[in-house]
């Protein structure tokens, strides 16, 4: 059997503006400072996938290092999983975690878009999934009551979404339980509520937030303790009733089965561009299937919506689509569903248009 062989990799760079700004406890984000990898095969395949470095600083540094580790694959078969287990052997000295995994996971991203291009499916088929709708979560981009009260009721109204998550942490617990309350009255009681608090927390002020918001009857609570504190946050998951929610910043699969064996999460939601690609998503969705634990994605709602298919315990879709100024067809929802675009691969097709006004020089 002959493999397919890349051919070229070529690595872009755009830092767009995010409207309105993403709003947490302990941060602004105005702008999607993105670093988007091309991969071709000598058979003229070609697939595509971004990452997000979260500042612009960052873009030079992760283009730089994703170009590096490219011009290593040109030449050799466009086998992803076999490439993604060389290219973290070989980063071991360094460290595969921060921007190099950020890296690699681009790499790896669009390598599997290629093969599911050069196929003739989407990813997800390529994957041994059967193409379905996902319900999503609407992730909600404000601050305070008034403003996340009027989002909610948006998201509600466009996106038929059943469940709504925002940021929590206010300097007084009172000012959190008004904002629940708010966005309970904006949605009505059917749809779902989910609060982050982006580990802003300690333990005992977690527990006194999270007794109080499990009786407005919040469905999730999303990272309340810094991510490393595992016996920390599997204590918090003891006393209370309240599903302890986390794994966006789990850095690759070994670091979510630390956590998973330490108890630290009720629930889970990697992040596909942290954990490793799809290649690194496949190995947590299998770990997350043994220990019985619903697995939610992270934004990147295109690489998303095609791998929570082949998640046996999928749970929910992020709808923050950060990338959707930049696209020609941002991926579609349909009553509180995410669409799989119909097309191979991930679907992704840029706006070339934007992604020239929005180019950074790295």
Not at 89 to 98: C, H
Not at 173 to 199: H, K, M, S
Not at 229 to 251: F, K, T
């Amino acid at each position: 059997m002959t493999m397919p062989v890349i051919a070229d990799i070529r690595v872009r760079a755009v830092d767009a503006p995010i409207d309105p700004p993403l709003r947490n406890s302990l941060n602004v984000i105005p702008r999607a400072p993105l670093v988007i990898v091309d991969v071709r095969t000598t058979d003229g395949a070609a697939g595509t996938a971004y990452v997000f470095p979260y500042t612009p600083a960052a873009l030079g540094p992760t283009a730089a290092l994703a170009r590096s580790l490219g011009a290593g694959l040109v030449g050799r078969s466009l086998a992803p999983a076999t490439l993604w287990r060389e290219l973290h052997d070989a980063g071991r000295i360094l460290g595969t975690e921060g921007l190099v995994q950020i890296a690699l996971s681009a790499l790896d991203m669009a390598m599997w878009d290629a093969l599911a291009v050069r196929a003739g499916v989407p990813l997800c088929v390529m994957l041994g999934a059967e193409p379905r709708p996902v319900p999503i979560y609407a992730s909600l981009r404000g601050w305070g009551a008034a403003m996340l009260a009027e989002e909610a009721g948006q998201a509600v109204a466009t996106l038929g979404a059943r469940w709504v998550k925002f940021k929590v942490g206010q300097k007084r617990l009172e000012d959190d339980l008004d904002t629940v309350r708010a966005v309970r009255a904006a949605v009505g009681e059917e749809v779902g509520i989910l609060v982050d608090y982006n580990q802003a927390l300690s333990l005992p002020e977690a527990e006194r937030r999270g007794r109080a918001l499990q009786d407005l009857d919040v469905r999730w609570l999303e990272e309340p303790l810094p991510v490393q504190d595992d016996a920390g946050l599997a204590e918090l998951s003891r006393r209370l009733s309240i599903p302890v929610q986390g794994g966006e910043n789990w850095w690759g699969p070994a670091t979510m089965h630390k956590a998973l064996m330490a108890g630290s999460v009720d629930l889970c939601m990697p992040d596909a561009m942290k954990i490793g690609g799809v290649t690194g998503w496949m190995r947590a969705a299998a770990m997350a299937a043994a220990h019985r634990v619903p697995m939610s994605s992270h934004i990147f709602v295109e690489a998303s919506v095609h791998l929570l298919q082949a998640t046996p315990t999928a749970h929910l879709l992020e709808h923050l689509d950060i990338a959707a100024p930049l696209l020609a067809e941002p991926v579609a929802v349909k009553d509180g569903m995410a669409l799989v675009p119909d097309r191979p691969g991930m679907g992704i097709l840029w706006d070339e248009a934007a992604l020239t006004k929005h180019a950074a020089d790295v």
